[in-house]
């Protein structure tokens, strides 16, 4: 039972300018929920239609079905009072009930002696009904009533106790079991581990994305397969893989430079290095470039799986994502240098076994007298030739080299067939060392890394396990103590039913 202040509407004394408003809002806090019962004590002097107090229950209890009016000061005003209690004009669902007040130093039981002999002795209070008058009717209405409330209210929060319960009990069958050995330690972190090595296999090498549905950035054989295509992308249409741009003239000012003292009409090999060194360098930067932005994906890939199994283990956590990270920049390094010594060696040796590059500079070099007469003609002038497996090719520029023409489309198909052969190479290459490498980060590499940091300085030892982090162990001690609470609520909400049932008569 909350007694609750009376209105006020002039600040006094030094009271609060906003003394009202302060005084409906406390009012209205306690008078809205469902659960209340509203005990709406009314002097009999006043009128009830205009009652502020009576406007403010009607506001939350429309229907007035928890609202129980109590009328004191009847013995003051008497008159009139009968029809105020019968007519109801504002709907007091459940009923009123008038009282007389203790006046000065009445004792409980003289005040209740009075208020009966007024009730039954006086012409115009006697008149009313006496299943609503007396402090005794009152009481018992209010047993009645909050018996009614109740009984209706219990078995809802009876289910939301017991809802509250079990999710309590699911959250913490979900928390990890408290380890108290080394060997409790060690199991959990060869669990943790296994768990962690499956979802990695399961990403980075089978393809199988169960796991992470609605993530896409964790579907990593399908990411790794876009990243390998753009980079082939890049390739082939980078400056250096451009064939028709200044068709020949590269060839030409080489060929110029690489003249030497000999046979007539032998391709010089320092001319095709030449060329073939100069694109190699230009692009040397794209496939590092792309090794690296691998190694990165990778590495969000793998913190984000380690970081996940892991997670109610801090110390645990705590290693594994500084051997995660130290493995993969380490992995991302290694990536590197392989894919420089790629480049070294292509920028050093002109060399494939591969077929291919003689079908291809057959196909091409067919075309060479065809290709020189048009470029030639000095009758039709053409300003464009079209090449078969190259494309059309602006030639106006070609004339005046008419003696080194020959030896310059030979060089320049040489190193187109040459250059697809690179290209297919360095792909092929840094493809297969990347998968490798995965193979060996997630079958071999990380395990032992994580090991090497956990039992170093830095990492503690796998005692470290045994140490509960203060989020799991605050969580549990709260989960347990709500248990417990909500145990006892149960049991006492329990009791208050029974003890309601034994009321029935009422």
């Known amino acids: 039972m909350v007694d609750l202040p009376g209105i006020t509407r002039v600040p006094v004394h030094g009271q609060p300018e906003d003394i009202y408003d302060q005084i409906k809002d406390i009012i209205m806090e306690y008078i809205t929920p469902e659960e209340s019962i509203i005990l709406n004590v009314l002097s009999a002097s006043v009128d009830f239609t205009t009652c502020e107090s009576i406007r403010m229950s009607q506001s939350v209890d429309k229907r007035g079905l928890r609202t129980l ?19 109801d004009d504002v709907s007091i ?36 009904d006496k299943s609503i008058v007396g402090i005794h009717v009152l009481a018992q209405k209010l047993v009645q009533v909050q018996a009614m409330i109740i009984s209706k209210t219990l078995p809802d929060i009876v289910k939301k106790i017991n ?7 699911t959250e913490l069958e979900k928390l990890p079991v408290n380890l108290t050995s080394v060997a409790d330690a060690m199991t959990a972190f060869m669990h943790i581990t296994g768990l962690s090595k499956e979802s990695l296999k399961k990403v980075l090498i089978r393809g199988e994305f169960d796991e992470f549905p609605d993530d896409k950035g964790m579907h990593c054989t399908a990411r790794l397969v876009e990243m390998l295509d753009t980079f ?58 792309f090794v690296e932005n691998v190694w990165e994906y990778l590495g969000k890939v793998v913190i984000s799986i380690l970081t996940h199994h ?8 705590s290693s594994s994502r500084r051997a995660g ?77 008419s003696d080194v023409l020959n030896q310059a489309f030979d060089l320049k198909v040489r190193m187109i067939a040459y250059w697809k ?21 997630v079958n071999k590499d990380l395990e032992k890394e994580i090991v090497h940091d956990l039992l170093s300085p830095v990492g503690g030892g796998i005692e470290r396990l045994l140490e509960e982090s203060p989020s799991i162990s605050g969580k549990r001690e709260r989960l ?16 208050i039913m029974d003890k309601i049932s034994s009321y029935g008569d009422f």
């Open 325 to 401: 990270q130290n493995l993969i920049e380490k992995m991302k390094e290694c990536s590197i240098k392989h894919v420089m010594v790629a480049v070294e060696m292509e920028q050093k040796t002109d060399y494939t076994c591969n077929t291919e590059f003689t079908v291809e500079y057959t196909n091409l070099i067919s075309q060479q007298e065809g290709f020189v007469k048009a470029v030639l003609d000095t009758v039709n002038n053409p300003t464009q030739v079209k090449l078969e497996g190259v494309g059309m090719i602006d030639v106006g520029h070609l004339r005046q080299y």
């Open 480 to 495: 347990s103590r709500s248990v417990k609470v909500l145990k006892e609520s149960k049991d006492t909400v329990g009791n």
């Open 69 to 87: 009016a109590v009328v004191t000061k009847s013995d003051k005003n008497p008159e009139g009072l009968l029809e105020k209690v019968t007519a």
């Open 232 to 289: 082939c992308k890049d390739l082939n249409n980078c400056e250096e893989s451009d064939v028709t741009k200044n068709f020949l003239m590269e060839e030409i000012k080489v060929l110029e430079e690489a003249k030497w003292i000999g046979l007539p009409n032998f391709m010089p090999r320092a001319a095709f290095l030449t060329i073939l060194q100069r694109k190699v360098k230009g692009i040397a930067k794209l496939p590092i470039s």
């Open 310 to 317: 892991s997670e109610n283990y801090y110390q645990l956590q």
């Open 421 to 441: 052969i690179v290209k297919k190479r360095l792909i092929d290459t840094i493809a297969l060392h990347l998968m490798l490498s995965i193979s060996n980060f």
């Open 93 to 128: 669902g459940l009923g009123y009930v008038c009282v007389r007040n203790r006046i000065g130093d009445e004792s409980y039981e003289e005040a209740r002696m009075e208020e009966q002999r007024l009730f039954d002795t006086h012409p115009q209070l006697s008149k009313i």
């Open 163 to 169: 809802d509250k319960l079990n999710f309590n009990f």
